[in-house]
């Protein structure tokens, strides 16, 4: 603990972790259909934080600014936000096939965002992202409440998640149907699958703050998490209010998973794939593993939109394609390694 | 620093496990609960630990509603080693014993050497410290049963409740380590299985029967053969030895002829 990590080494740490941050936000402004100097994104960025006044190509300072920054942004916070819910809610139910999109939160907050925007309860920047976190509630008590009737257990909970996707999965399905024009409903369809094509900077001001505070609650209750290690009884002998806990983890999980479903849909295997990557480089402290995972998730979020946008020339893929690509074969490797230690 | 429980009782789904159970733990005695399965001794250490919450009466610790202190200075006060505490997580022996000083540790406030000083104790109390860095999954039963005592060591308690410490031990590693606990200077609670043990190590039994308490006093004035035949169905043999320890003998089915093999109601009360 820290024994290894002196107070200088938790500064360094956290700088490195920053610059790391910073190189990948650079490279999702650079890279693209047009490769854009890394310098004129420098200069770009300058421009529009400290008037500097380079002179540069309108259109170049357009698209970094306006296009791929706030893309950048908003896909680090939500890499960031998914990865820490799947820690947080791995760590709480002592199950490591838990995140947001298994246990069908992710589908309950499209139900209710798509609800806001189709049958229109005042839809607006604030409304879709409360109507996500209302609908993620529900899915994850509806969710809970089956698991403990299935018996609990690792399988309950996973197989009640199934069960909770699908039925809000075909409730979203069943109001766009009902509800959405033509066009309305394809405009859903695309979004449902992930997707950060139309996300603007008005966007990270909502993307960026929910996932600060997502890791500011997260890490406060990094001591609380730890105690979980043996359960939640044992948790409790160690001094630990559990309900607290729980509500304030699992509300905040759901927040930040409304936040980021209501601005680029559901995205899967993040929340599940990138938590089990921290732990296996830091370990199982959560002081180090919580922003460990915030940090790779955001990165990979980066990456991953830069390939969505440039792995089929002319065409964007989905994002929620590239990270199932890369979580699905990772999903089925964690199904493995517990059935081996079983 | 005294624990009692006043008048208890508690149900779950629909059927009462415990029924008004009133003991006093006395300061610095090894208490032993025991009891066949299914007679509320889990419930009775949940209990008393205030991790579950009475239906009616209460539990005391320092004559105050165990509910009504926090959890915090609950834990700072009584440790608690549940039966079979497991994970899947990839943490170290010494990680795991770190655990026991979450109860002085705040969001903010940093891991001191102080706490090095108190983890490295409780490694050594235990036996462990050379394992300190071994993997959890890497250790056997005796040796994670040695690392929960020694968590709850590094909570600094004066009381420890133990629930069935030595469950799938092998005989050696049972006596080590309630010698172990027994050399602590600390009041003991703990439900155990083997009657023998209980005689060995308590300095008073609690007999548990039906949610009910049925004895409480000196073991040798506790476990009487007319007690054991009606708690748990078995004939045994009592005897005394020059320290006044009692030493149990089974009597099998057979060594008792056709007679009173028929079993008392009490065993079919199982689970929960």
Known sequence: MSRTLTSIGRTGAAFAALAILLIALWLGAAIGETAIPFSTVAQTVANRLWNAGYPLEPIDEGIIWSYRLSRAVVAASCGAALALSGAVLQSLLRNPLADPYILGISAGASTGAVSIAILGFGAGMLTMPLGAFLGALIAFLLVSVLAVKAGRGTAAIILAGVAGSQLFNALTSFIVTKAATAEQARGIMFWLLGNLSGVRWPDAWLAVPAALVGLAVCLWHARALDAFTFGSEAAASLGISVRRTYLALVGVSAMMTAVMVSIVGSIGFVGLVIPHAARMLVGVRHGVLLPAAALIGAVFMIVADILSRTLIPGQVLPIGVITALVGAPAFALILGQRRARA | MTLSADHVSWSAGGSDILKGVSLAVETGEFLGIIGPNGSGKTSLMSLLAGIRKPRSGAVLLDGTPIGELGRRTVAQRLAFVEQQADTGERITARQAVELGRTPYLGPLSPWSSQDDGIVDAALENVDMAHLAGRFWH?????????????????????????????????????????????????????ALHDLNHAAMFCNRIAVMQGGRLVALGQPRDVLTEARIRDVFGVDVDIEQDSGGICHIRFLTRRSQGRTNVTRPASLSVMGA
Not at chain 2, 158 to 180: A, F, K, M, V, Y
Not at chain 2, 182 to 190: G, I, K, Y
């Open chain 2, 138 to 190: 890497t250790l056997s039963g005796g040796e994670r049963q040695r690392l929960h005592i020694a968590r709850a060591l590094a909570q600094e308690p004066r009381i420890l409740l133990l629930d069935e410490p030595t469950n799938h031990l092998d005989i050696g590693h049972q006596i080590s380590l309630l010698d172990l606990v027994q050399r602590q200077d600390l009041t003991v609670v703990a």
